[in-house]
Nanobody, 123 residues
Framework: VQLVESGGGSVQAGGSLRLSCSAS????????MGWFRQAPGKEREGVAV???????SYAESVKGRFTISKDNAKNTVYLQMNSLKPEDTAMYYC???????????????????WGQGTQVTVS
């Protein structure tokens, strides 16, 4: 199983970034995929997840600003981040799990596989 993230970078407050996560070696249609983040000195937290049936769940702090989507044909999940704030600065990790997204977003301990992370810095 391999998850490869891309799309991180540095942006000014109010700007946008799009993260991508490509999955390989996974029965994609049977997994919930999503994004978590971890800022220095803080615990890893759920950001957005999408179930195999397309149901999405978001952290309250990103609702209305971030959008998660997926392309089943490419085994890829995306995170469109708009109106970025300095508090969004963190390492962002792609994750895969068999748990439903509404549970997983609050329980990162139930993630089955993690990507290596991509840094997002908002100034």
């Amino acid at each position: 199983v391999q998850l490869v993230e891309s799309g991180g970078g540095s942006v000014q407050a109010g700007g946008s970034l799009r993260l991508s996560c490509s999955a390989s070696g996974v029965l994609y249609s049977y997994y919930c995929m999503g994004w978590f983040r971890q800022a220095p000195g803080k615990e890893r937290e759920g950001v957005a997840v999408i179930d195999s049936d397309g149901v999405t769940s978001y952290a309250e702090s990103v609702k209305g600003r971030f959008t998660i989507s997926k392309d089943n044909a490419k085994n890829t999940v995306y995170l469109q981040m708009n109106s970025l704030k300095p508090e969004d600065t963190a390492m962002y990790y792609c994750a895969v799990s068999r748990r439903r997204g509404w549970w997983l977003i609050q329980h990162p301990e139930d993630v089955s596989y993690w990507g290596q992370g991509t840094q997002v810095t908002v100034s």
